[in-house]
Structures are given as structure tokens and as C-alpha cells.
């Protein structure tokens, strides 16, 4: 075989707008493709928006109603948040959903001492759910503070592509335990949706219709479909009758109850679980789950302008995409949700599976949550897909956003040392804390943090739980004091410097200026 030349090489160069998008941020498909598109990205939704209820409104003492009306009111929120995020916050098309960093503090909340000994079930449900809607809405001013005083675009302005890699890749290789430990539960329906999936929109993306690749846009759609039928079959046929309760739970299409237990219409308001009440504990601890979904979410943020095709969120649209996370969580404790917001990562996700990174589809979507959610029955029929479903459409989604996370290599030298030392100790310890934490938890049922001040534990364990949290503490304290002055360029900082302020591109103002010329009166720094 004859010797390649160095000039002969195929040289890619890096690029800040990730390429081969059919639609991006400002770009739309026809009403058609984005209405099928949205109502995609709201079923995928509904994982998160039904797993959080389903396993935290038991412990508070709720019943199936509860739960139903729960799910009913995090998928009406999520549906407001997402509206507000992509029309006045970062601008990016991201769903504003649920959040599994607040289920530690949430818990500190249930065990609570005053509220367990309540023996009526459903009244420890109503104190239980309003202790939490008060934390939640005084810790929500941590972000709403961070975010429109712009204190969070000031410590942005630290974060380079390099330090930016373990985090953006952990937002995705952090939910692991999501993925096949999940799918395992019901390998027979999990490893089919998983192969089906990854057949359709990757093999057979050519297949048009109309000129439409539609395996590629709509290919979760189709999997979900044949999958649960096949499940449903199964459920019918009694092929789970006589095996155990955690398989069932994980198989059978007919055991959320959610379908039999909603109401055909029912309208959240808020505070429709009564007044709520404050406690300066249960407060400090959901803090620390606030400073982890801020965390998450600019990893998030930085993943989904990368598959939207857009250029990297300049510091001050950063921080005003965090202060509208911030009102999201305020709503979050008026209504009642039993959880706060961040990004879905599993949406950002299927923007890169669909190469559809429309803004428009993400409003559409938000459109859909809101009406399934006062629908009450026909939303409950989606939200009743087995949870097995969705964790093999994770193992591909939350593999993406880690890809791109590792695509922030290509702005820096990797054959420095230095950058090897940073991106390596950062990765593993952001997989090794949390896994430590977690086993703690599991074994010992409470945290390596135990004293008797509970939102400490709360805050210790809820902060070192989350690997893109330890991964960014760990990256950005290494890489802007380990010999900083010698390794400017190999950070990797002149690629993203003329994305610190909004005016530093002339793309910035395309992607991110308000929309009904609001510029004028919040101008942009």
C-alpha cells in the first residue's frame, strides 16, 4: 500500500456551527413535518414527566389520583416553562422539564419527622407536597438572582471548551443508570425498541417518502409504536401473569393506573394543593439541587446550541436562559409539580437524531404538553408507555449530547499534558464521586453526609450525586489555575472569545435577539 502524504490528509478544521442540519435554530419545516416533529418531542417528554410522580408521590402518601393529577400538572408547567425558555430566555429549542436533581432534598422533605407521622395518607400528601412547594420557591431565587443580575454570565466567562468537555459529555454519560440497567428490566421489549430504533433512524434514514427522509425525522415515533403494541400484545396474551412484581411493573402496559385514575379535564392551577409552607431547612437543602439543575442545564444549553446548528450562547444569554429557569422553578412550586426544572436531555438529544434542530418544533411540542395535560384521559393513554421504552430511546439520546460534548475537543490541543491531565481527572471523577455517593445511598439508605444538620446532608449529597456538578467544580478550578498564562490557545479560549459578549458576532444577534423587538428595552451586553 502506497505511503500517504501529510498534504494528502483529509484535514477537519474545527467549526463553531456543527454542520449537515436540515433545519436550524431559526429555520423551520413545513407546518406538516412540525407539528409530527413536535408531537415527537412531547412523547419523549413523557418519561421524565411520569417517572418522577410515579416514584416519588407514593412515598408523600398520594394515591393513583394524585399521581395522575402530579403528571398532569409537571406536563402542563414543562409546557409553559418550555414556551417561556425558547421565546424569552436562551432562545434555543430545549424542553424545560423535570428535574431528578431535586428527588434527594425531596425525600429529606418526606422523611421529615413532622410530616411521617401523619397517618392519614392523602393529608401527608398535601403537607408533604406543600413543604416542598415552599422550598422550591424560595430556592428558585438562587437562579433567578444568578441568572438576571448576570453574577452567572460573569462566571461563564471562565468556562473554556476544554473545561467545557467533561461537563457537556457528564450531562450525558451521568444519566448511565438511566439507560441499559433500565432496558435490562424487560430485555424483551427494551433490546427490541433499542434495535429498532438504531436500525430506522440510522440505517434506513434514506428511505423517503415524498421526498421526506422519514425514518430519519419520525423514526422514534414509528419504533414506539410497533414496541408498544408488541408490549400490549404481550400484556394481553398473559405472558406476565406469573412473574414477579418488578417485572410486570416494567412490561406490562396496564400498570401506571394513570389512564383509569385522571380526569378527562382537569386545568392546573396554582396553588391547587393548598397554601404552601416554609421551612428554612427544607429550603437550604433544595438549594443545593438548584445550584446542580443550573449546572446541568448550562452543560445542556451548550449541547443543544451545538445540534441546532447555532453558535455557542454568548455569557449575558446564558445567564438570562438561567433566570427563566429560575421563574420555571418559581412555577414549579406554585403549581406543584414535586420536582424542579432543567433542560431535557433527551430532547437536545433527538435534535441530533432528526437533524432538526427548529425552534418552531420545540413551541410546537410545548403546545402539545399543555393540551394533553388539561385532556386529561388522552394524555394519561401517552403517559401510560412502559418506562422500558424510553430507556432504550435514552441509551442513544444521552450517548449523543456526551458525543458532543467530546466535539469541543476539536478547539483544543490534545497533545498538550496538560489538557490530557484536566479532561481525564474531571471525566472520571465525575463518574466516580456520584457512583461512590450513590452506593453510599443505596447501602445505608442516607448519603455519606449524615449529620444531624439535614440540609447540610442534603447539600453534600445532592451536590457530589451530580457528575456534570463534580465534573465542572473539578475542570474549571484545574484549568483556570494550572498553568494558565502558558496554555492560553491550547484551552482552546480563542474560539469561543468573540462568543463572551453578544456583540462579539454577527450571528449572535440571529439566534438570540428577542423576539417583538424587546431588545430595545433589555438591550444586550
Not at 314 to 329: D, N
Not at 446 to 452: E, F, L, S, V
Not at 504 to 511: A, I
Request: net charge neutral; glycine share 8%; hydrophobic share 50%.
Amino acid at each position: 500500500m502506497a505511503e500517504v502524504k501529510p498534504e494528502e490528509m483529509v484535514h477537519h478544521p474545527p467549526m463553531d456551527q456543527l454542520q449537515g442540519f436540515e433545519y436550524c435554530i431559526d429555520s423551520n419545516p413545513s407546518w406538516g413535518e412540525a407539528i409530527g416533529l413536535g408531537f415527537q418531542h412531547y412523547i419523549l417528554s413523557l418519561g421524565t414527566a411520569v417517572m418522577i410522580p410515579t416514584m416519588l408521590v407514593p412515598l408523600m402518601g398520594g394515591n393513583d389520583h394524585d399521581k395522575a393529577k402530579v403528571v398532569q400538572t409537571l406536563l402542563f408547567v414543562t409546557g409553559i416553562k418550555t414556551l417561556l425558555q425558547t421565546l424569552f430566555g436562551t432562545r434555543l429549542p430545549t424542553v424545560i422539564g423535570g428535574s431528578y436533581a431535586y428527588v434527594v432534598p425531596v425525600l429529606s422533605i418526606i422523611h421529615d419527622r413532622s410530616l411521617a407521622q401523619i397517618a392519614d395518607g392523602h393529608t401527608r400528601f398535601l403537607q408533604t407536597m406543600r413543604a416542598t412547594q415552599g422550598a422550591l420557591i424560595v430556592s428558585s431565587s438562587i437562579q433567578i438572582i444568578l441568572g438576571y443580575s448576570q453574577l452567572w454570565a460573569i462566571c461563564s466567562r471562565f468556562f473554556s471548551p476544554l473545561g467545557m468537555v467533561p461537563v457537556v459529555s457528564l450531562v450525558g454519560l451521568g444519566l448511565f443508570e438511566r439507560g441499559f440497567p433500565v432496558v435490562a428490566s424487560c430485555v424483551e421489549i427494551g433490546l427490541l425498541m433499542l434495535i429498532l430504533f438504531v436500525v430506522f433512524s440510522q440505517y434506513l434514514k434514506h428511505v423517503h417518502v415524498r421526498h421526506v427522509p422519514i425514518l430519519e425525522r419520525f423514526s422514534l415515533l414509528v419504533c414506539i409504536a410497533l414496541v408498544w403494541v408488541y408490549a400490549h400484545i404481550l400484556t394481553a396474551g398473559g405472558a406476565y401473569h406469573h412473574t414477579a412484581l418488578h417485572t410486570q411493573i416494567s412490561c406490562r402496559t396496564d400498570r401506571s393506573n394513570l389512564i383509569s385514575s385522571a380526569l378527562w379535564i382537569s386545568i392546573p392551577y396554582p396553588l391547587q394543593w393548598g397554601a404552601p409552607t416554609f421551612n428554612a431547612d427544607h429550603a437550604f437543602g433544595m438549594m443545593a439541587a438548584v445550584m446542580v439543575s443550573l449546572i446541568e442545564s448550562t452543560g445542556a444549553f451548550k449541547a443543544a446550541a451545538r445540534l441546532a446548528s447555532a453558535t455557542p450562547p454568548p455569557a449575558y444569554v446564558l445567564s438570562r436562559g438561567i433566570g427563566w429557569q429560575g421563574i420555571g422553578t418559581l412555577l414549579d412550586g406554585l403549581f406543584g409539580t414535586a420536582t424542579g426544572s432543567t433542560v431535557s436531555v433527551e430532547n437536545v438529544g433527538l435534535l441530533g437524531s432528526t437533524r432538526i434542530g427548529s425552534r418552531r418544533v420545540i413551541q410546537i411540542s410545548a403546545g402539545f404538553m399543555i393540551f394533553f395535560s388539561i385532556l386529561g384521559k388522552f394524555g394519561a393513554l401517552f403517559a401510560s408507555i412502559p418506562f422500558t421504552i424510553f430507556a432504550a430511546i435514552y441509551c442513544v439520546m444521552f450517548g449523543i449530547i456526551a458525543a458532543v460534548g467530546l466535539s469541543f475537543l476539536q478547539f483544543t490541543n490534545m497533545n498538550s499534558m496538560r489538557n490530557l491531565f484536566i479532561v481525564g481527572v474531571s471525566l472520571f471523577l465525575g463518574l466516580s464521586i456520584p457512583e461512590y455517593f450513590s452506593r453510599y445511598l443505596t447501602g445505608a439508605q442516607n448519603g455519606p453526609a449524615h449529620t444531624k444538620a439535614g440540609w447540610f446532608n442534603d447539600y453534600i449529597n445532592t451536590i457530589f450525586a451530580s457528575p456534570p456538578t463534580v465534573a465542572l467544580i473539578i475542570a474549571v478550578v484545574l484549568d483556570n489555575t494550572l498553568d494558565v498564562r502558558d496554555a492560553a490557545k491550547d484551552r482552546g479560549m480563542q474560539w469561543w472569545e468573540r462568543f463572551r459578549t453578544f456583540r462579539g458576532d454577527s450571528r449572535n444577534e440571529e439566534f438570540y435577539t428577542l423576539p417583538f423587538n424587546l431588545n430595545r428595552f433589555f438591550p444586550p451586553s
